[in-house]
């Protein structure tokens, strides 16, 4: 069974301040790791797809990169509108469905 | 370009009721997913569907749950004799291909009184 654990739970952090998202994950054959975005009262924003261990992408002050065993999601000088919950899902080799994480709520103050 | 189209966006029903959720995928997705999330849990997947056919139900309820995607519409989860336990948020999802990155719609949050 294919499972995501998310750590933390919940960070809070000042603007501008850097920091790493954790998704560990065991799964069968990865066919593909995905970050989403979710903010209160709506539906999960697709962020990154990650397929390969030593792959990375970015967007904006978002970095995702992926192991054999986690994915982190680096956010560099956040601002406050990073503020939101981040979903880690894997999608295993005989997989339809995403199967998620709980989700690290991040919050960034002014 | 319309992402995923969800309707109602909020749903509220006696138990015993029927509930009908509705999902149109992004223009030229053929492939649907449903998912369900509970209060402080995440999203759990429930049923992939294509058109006229259901893939993979391996996450429905085995009683009360359907889930169709005719040739023609959207794509329809139905519950029936609801429960408060349904209570929940409900999403669909759609993917070009089955290995693609599945984009999320808003959701549809049902209530059962």
């Known amino acids: 069974e294919d499972q995501v654990t998310q750590s933390p739970e919940a960070l809070r952090l000042q603007e501008g301040e850097s920091s790493s998202l954790n998704c560990s994950y065991t799964v069968s054959g990865l066919r593909g790791l995905f970050w989403y975005r979710q903010d209160p009262g709506k539906g999960p924003e697709f962020l990154f797809t990650?397929?390969?261990a030593g792959e990375e992408k970015e967007k904006e002050r978002l970095k995702a990169t992926l192991t054999k065993k986690e994915s982190f999601l680096h956010i560099t000088a956040p601002k406050p509108e990073d503020s939101a919950t981040y979903l880690c899902?894997?999608?295993?080799?005989?997989?339809?469905?995403?199967?998620f994480g709980k989700g690290t709520h991040l919050i960034i103050q002014p | 370009n319309a992402g995923v189209m969800q309707n109602p966006r909020h749903l509220v029903r006696r138990r015993g009721q029927e509930a009908r959720l509705r999902c149109s995928p992004m223009?030229?997705?053929?492939?649907v997913y449903w998912y369900r999330q509970l209060p402080e849990e995440g999203l759990k997947f429930m049923v992939y569907l294509q058109k006229e056919n259901i893939i993979d139900e391996s996450g429905m309820p085995k009683e009360r749950f359907s889930a169709e995607f005719p040739k023609e519409g959207p794509s329809i989860l139905r519950i029936q004799q609801v429960v408060r336990g349904d209570s929940a948020a409900y999403f669909c999802?759609?993917?070009?291909?089955?290995?693609?990155?599945?984009?999320f719609g808003p959701g549809t949050r049902l209530t059962v009184l």
């Open positions: 999802a759609s993917s070009l291909m089955n290995t693609d990155t599945q984009y």
């Open positions: 899902a894997v999608q295993g080799g005989g997989a339809d469905g995403l199967t």
């Open positions: 990650l397929y390969s």
């Open positions: 223009k030229g997705h053929s492939h």
